[in-house]
């Protein structure tokens, strides 16, 4: 069977649906930092850990889109988690969350949570608002 049709206007129409796509993934990734912010279960000293969350949108194996929470107080902490996010590797496509100070994953493994439960907000997120 040879079905006739006309596909012009297929392409665009493709990279519209990405685009939505990642940028639903950036909405996502912004609420995620908020999210990491505000739930974070550890002391606070200096406010560098509550500033440094951050993600990063990869399309197409290249980072396209870096955010940090940063309240513009803490330099170190927003250049860190930069960073980390864009010279990582980036297996996949997708939203990459980190906290760029170097001892997050310490206070992490004493059993608070810096970024642990943002990771599962995001995941929460994507199968509610794309995946549906």
Known sequence: MIVKGDISGLEEMEKQIEDAYFNKL????????????????????????????????????????????DDGGHPEAKKNTENLLIYSEHPQDGLYLADGMFYASFVESKGYDVLRNAILYAGRQVNKKIFK
């Open 26 to 69: 950036i909405e996502i990734g912004r609420d995620a930092v908020r999210f990491a912010q505000n739930n974070g279960s550890y002391k606070n000293h200096t406010f560098n850990l509550r500033n440094a969350p951050g993600f990063c949108i990869v399309r197409g194996g290249k980072v396209v889109h870096v955010e940090v929470g």
